[in-house]
């Protein structure tokens, strides 16, 4: 292991050292060119090798008319839902509408 510690870092220093000795302008080109290319495979990671979803289309059931509002009314109703209220909320409300009393 420690070989290995060893052996890649002469490597990391030679190739910044031979980094360092080209122009800024080739060293930007050359660091565009090794991010794109990097982009690039990574996009097409994406793309490559992914099977495509099929899709099935069938018609759903219509729903059946509702015939009387009475109906309607026991439809909404069973959806709905509130809230508990709290003990604090319940003694706010009381104090706000003893005090509008109040005020009259």
């Known amino acids: 292991m420690m070989k290995l510690k060893q052996h890649l870092k002469k490597w990391l220093q030679k190739v910044d050292e031979s980094d360092q000795q080209l122009s800024q302008y080739t060293r930007k ?3 565009i ?7 690039i495979l990574y996009v097409l990671s994406f793309m490559v090798g992914r099977e495509k979803p099929s899709f099935s289309v069938s018609c759903l059931p219509l729903p059946t008319a509702i015939r009387d509002s009475t109906e309607l009314d026991s439809l909404l ?8 209220t709290d003990s ?9 509408h003893e005090n509008t009393h109040s005020e009259k």
Do not use: A, C, R, Y
């Open 88 to 96: 604090f909320e319940q003694l706010l409300n009381q104090h706000i």
């Open 77 to 84: 109703h069973k959806k709905s839902f509130t809230l508990p």
């Open 33 to 39: 060119g090794i991010l794109g290319t990097l982009f």
């Open 29 to 31: 080109i050359k660091w």
